[in-house]
C-alpha cells in the first residue's frame, strides 16, 4: 500500500467494480464467488482493500455510474467489510459482509437460473468462518460472542430461499451442512433436528441429485446426530455411507470420519484392523480395541482415562464407557474356554470366585457380590446364556453358543 499511487487505487476499486458488474451480466458464477471470497486471502482481494484505505471515495464511484449504483447495497457493503478485514477489525468486518450478503440474497431470489449457486456457497461459507472469527476478537476483548449465532439466523434465511422447487433447491443441502457446523460450534445441535426435519417433510430433493461432497458432510452430521441419540444402527449406517463416499485423498475427512465411526462399530460388535488406526492416526482407540480382544477392564479403563479430553470433546466418551460389558463378556469366554482346555465336561460352569480372582489378576477388586450383579446383567443383555446359581455361587453357562455375538447390533 505504501507504494500505491492514487490513480493505481482508483484503477483497482474499479477493476472490482467491472468484474462484479460483468459476472452479473454474463452469469459467471466462477467469476462472481471470488469477489466475496474474503478468507481466502486472495491477493486482488487484498489489493482492493489497500486501495480502498488509500482512495476514500469509494462510495462516489458506486453512485455516480448507473452500471455501479443498481447493485449499490451489495457492493458498499462489501468494500466496508474488506477494508476492516484488512484492517483486522473482524466483528465490522462480518457485520458489513452480513449486510452485504443480505442485498445478494435478495438479487440471487430475483434470478431465475441458478448460474450463482457457487458465489451462494461462498458467500454462506464466508459468513460462517468470518462470525467464527467475530467471535473470538469478541472474547478476546471480553464481551458477549453472538455473532455465530446470527450467522445460524441468516442461514436459516437463505435455506427458506433455496428449499423450494426449482434448480435452486440443489443448494439446500450445502447451507445444512454449514447450519451443521454452526450448531455443533455452539452446541445447539437439537436445532440441526428443525433443519433436517423442513427438508424430509418438504421432499425437495432425490439425494442423489446433490453434489456428492455434500451429501458426505450432511451423512456425516447426521451421523454425529445418531450417536448423541445412542442409534447405533442408524449412525452406523450414516456415519459409512459418508466414508464409502468420501474422497479417499482426503485423509484429514476420513479421520473425522472414523473417530465417530469407530466407537459406533466397536459399540456393534465390529472391531477395526490395526492398520486402519495408524493408516489415520488415530492411536486413542488402539487400547480399547486390545482391551475388548483380551477381555481387560484394567486396560480399557487406562485408555479412556488418557484420552479423556478428546473422547469428552468428541462427545463419545460416555459411548466408549458402555464398551465394559463387552469387555466382562470376553473375560468370562476366555475364563470359559481356559476351563474348557483342563475339564471340558465341567466348562460351562464357572465359579464367582474364579472370576474374582481374574479380576484381581488384572487389579479389579471386587468382591463376589458386585461380580454376581455384572454376570446378572451380562445375561440380562443376552451377552451370556445360561443362569445364576446363587447358593452355590456358580455361572451355569448356556452348552450351545454361551457367548452370543452382537451381530451388529448394539447392546440394549
Known sequence: MAYMSMGEAHRRITEYLNRFCDSISSQDGASLKSLFSLSSNSHFLLSVADALNLFQDANRLIKQSEKYYQYAEILVPIFRSLQSYKQGNLVESYQSF????????QEFRNWESAWALEALYTVVYE???????????????????EKLKGAGSFLMKVFGVLAGKGPKRVGALYVTCQLFKIYFKLGTVHLCRSVIRSIETARIFDFKEFPKSDRVTYMYYTGRLEVFNE?????????????KHCNPLSEANIRMILKYLIPVKLSIGILPKDWLLEKYNLPEY??????????????????????????????????????ELQVYQRLMKKIYMIQKQKDPSKAHQVKLDVIVKALKWLEMDMDLDE??????????????KGYFAHKSKVVVLSKTDPFPKLNGKPVN
Open 127 to 145: 459468513i460462517r468462518v468470518l462470525a467464527e472469527r467475530a467471535d473470538r476478537e469478541l472474547a478476546s476483548n471480553g464481551k458477549s460472542p
Open 231 to 243: 442409534n447405533f444402527p442408524a449412525a452406523d449406517l450414516k456415519l459409512s455411507y459418508a466414508l
Open 371 to 384: 461380580v454376581e450383579c455384572i454376570m446378572a446383567i451380562l445375561i440380562y443383555k443376552n451377552l451370556m
Open 286 to 323: 488402539g487400547n480399547i480395541v486390545q482391551a475388548l480382544r483380551r477381555g481387560d477392564l484394567r486396560l480399557l479403563r487406562h485408555a479412556l482415562q488418557d484420552y479423556e479430553d478428546r473422547f469428552l470433546r468428541s462427545g463419545v466418551y460416555l459411548v466408549l464407557e458402555k464398551l
Open 98 to 105: 452480513e449486510k452485504s450478503s443480505n442485498a445478494f440474497i
